[in-house]
């Protein structure tokens, strides 16, 4: 396969300024002879910290979030003029917490997109149905509008800084992780909605990730899968020891 595994840590809302500190070290000693492509993501407050300690690594430092709007009266808010300025690389968006929890729509989660484009970061655009979507057939459907929302109005030039995560959102934090045949469907028919929309060389071309209680014992058949290009890993990654087998599984 000619796409380069990706393999990232979303650290969620966890951890303070040492742990994080120590954590980011660990990875940044063990995964130096790595071959894939990695990412961390901490919570805003700890990116300034761990921006140090992998500053020169090959760990590349991803925000979960960010603001639709540049700057301004946004109390609460984090710009992406702001997280430039502490050296993040990459911006997750549209995360299904961010989705079902915070309530952030397509529209909203598409805005967010083409900010963080236009201002020259990579974007991990999160994508997954729910359970009852699935019970209800609508898989497809769910992950396609999603897919095609999310990226409204972004130029084709604009995508090899486009990574999509395929989270199914009963997967995430329950332990329970699609199978890796499952969740091939998913990533072959999301690469095809690509390729309707940005040819086939884009779609040949861009990466996507499998999230959903990914671990240890079920990572390298998850990424045996033909579509299936890395992972985003969400408790697994808060471990050295248990983040450090999966982002070295051996294909
Ligand atoms: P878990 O690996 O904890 O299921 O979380 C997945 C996730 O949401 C990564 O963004």
């Not at 951890?15 to 919570?43: I, W």
């Not at 469907?185 to 690469?191: D, E, I, M, Q, S």
């Not at 990730?209 to 079920?218: F, I, L, P, T």
Request: net charge negative; proline share 2%; aromatic share 6%.
């Amino acid at each position: 396969m000619s796409r380069n595994y990706y393999m990232a840590g979303n650290w969620k809302m966890h951890m303070t300024r040492n742990d994080a500190a120590q954590l980011a070290q660990d990875l940044v000693n063990q995964l130096r002879d790595g071959t894939h492509k990695y990412l961390v993501a901490p919570s805003f407050t700890l990116l300034e910290t761990v921006s140090a300690v992998i500053e020169g690594s090959n760990i590349r430092l991803g925000a979960q979030n960010c603001a639709s709007e540049e700057q301004g009266a946004h109390t609460g808010e984090v710009s992406v003029l702001q997280l430039k300025d502490l050296g993040v690389q990459t911006i997750i968006l549209g995360h299904s917490e961010r989705r079902h929890v915070y309530k952030e729509d397509d529209a909203l989660i598409n805005k967010k997109v083409k900010l963080a484009l236009k201002h020259g970061f990579e974007v991990i655009l999160c994508i997954g149905e729910l359970l009852e979507e699935r019970e209800a057939g609508k898989v497809e459907e769910v992950c396609e509008r999603q897919t095609v929302k999310g990226l409204e109005g972004v130029d084709v030039s604009l995508l090899n800084n486009v990574v999509i995560a395929y989270e199914p959102v009963w997967a995430i934090g329950t332990g329970k992780t699609a199978t890796p045949q499952d969740a091939e469907a998913v990533h072959a028919f999301v690469r095809k909605v690509i390729a309707r929309l940005y040819g086939d060389d884009i779609a040949s071309k861009i990466i996507i990730q499998y999230g959903g209680s990914v671990k240890a014992d079920n990572a390298a058949q998850l990424m045996a899968m033909e579509n299936i290009d890395g992972a985003l890993v969400g408790g697994a990654s808060l471990k050295t020891d248990s983040f450090i087998p999966i982002a070295k599984f051996q294909a």
